[in-house]
């Protein structure tokens, strides 16, 4: 499983950095996948910052 963050969408509200700090990191305004793959320990919080992502910024493939 692998995460990415449009920076183009990302509004930097640091709701995935919060879920899921394990995956994803605020670079400045905008937030980052920082490990690729996802571990499989992450995988379920991932996910759930994808959903709960209010610009749907995150992809996960």
């Known amino acids: 499983m692998k995460a990415k963050v449009d920076p183009n969408l990302c ?5 995935c950095t919060n879920i899921c700090p394990d995956v994803f990191e605020m670079k400045g305004d905008t937030a980052s996948a ?3 793959p996802v571990p499989k320990a992450a995988e379920e919080t991932c996910k759930e910052a994808k959903d709960s992502c209010p ?3 995150i992809s996960i493939e």
């Open 55 to 57: 610009v749907e910024a």
């Open 11 to 15: 509004t930097g509200c640091e709701l």
């Open 34 to 36: 920082k490990v690729d």
